[in-house]
Structure formats: C-alpha cells, structure tokens
Nanobody
Framework: VQLQASGGGSVQAGDSLRLSCTAS????????MGWLRQAPGKEREFVAG????????DYADSVKGRFTISRDSARSIMYLEMNSLKPEGTAVYHC????????????????????WGQGTLVTVSS
C-alpha cells in the first residue's frame, strides 16, 4: 500500500496549485480517499474527501468553493485543485485512504485513515 503526494510549493496569496496523489491500484479503487493537512503547531485536519466512485465529494468549510478534489481511477491518481489560496492554507498536505464506507463520514476524522502518503508542503505568503 503506497501513496505519494506531490505538487506543493511556495505561492502568493490568491494563487493556485494542484496537488497530486499517486496510489497503488488496489488501494485507490477500493477506498475512500482524502486530503488532510497539518499546519505548523496545529493538529492535522480534514480538507477534502472523495468516494470510491468519485461521485461524492465533501470539503471542510474553510476550503469549500475554492478547492476541488477529483480522482482518475484509470490512472490511480487523486488531485486537489486549490484556488484563491490564503496564508492560513500553509501546511503539509497529505493524501490518505480509508476503508470505511463513505456514508459513515469517517473520512472527516484524520485519525480514522489507515493509509497515508508522504506529505507535500504548501507555503502561501501574503
């Protein structure tokens, strides 16, 4: 089970970034996937989640309307398109997978995820 996040970088407030998460096929197709982040000195928090089929998505209120999560099952890649970035978005972003049903909403709890990828750092300056 391997997940790898990439695409982070240093940007200005208002800019956009797209994060990618590559996964082994078995993990990717069978599990709900999510993006979570951890800012300096803060606890890890839920950012966005996507169901196994990609037909359902959910977002933290802080990113709703600015971030878009998607997945490409054929290529086993998940994306997080981040627009209108804010300085408070500075964090290490992780992709993760969870075997719970989408309807349990466990994906909103960072500690519920079973598989984690190495994070990618996003720095947003004002």
């Amino acid at each position: 089970v391997q997940l790898q996040a990439s695409g982070g970088g240093s940007v200005q407030a208002g800019d956009s970034l797209r994060l990618s998460c590559t996964a082994s096929g078995r993990t990717f197709n069978n599990n709900v996937m999510g993006w979570l982040r951890q800012a300096p000195g803060k606890e890890r928090e839920f950012v966005a989640g996507i169901s196994q089929s990609g037909g359902s998505t959910d977002y933290a209120d802080s990113v709703k309307g600015r971030f878009t999560i998607s997945r490409d099952s054929a290529r086993s890649i998940m994306y997080l398109e981040m627009n209108s970035l804010k300085p408070e978005g500075t964090a290490v972003y992780h992709c993760a997978a969870i075997s719970s049903s989408w309807y349990s909403r466990d994906y909103r709890r960072p500690n519920a995820y079973e598989w984690w990828g190495q994070g990618t750092l996003v720095t947003v300056s004002s």
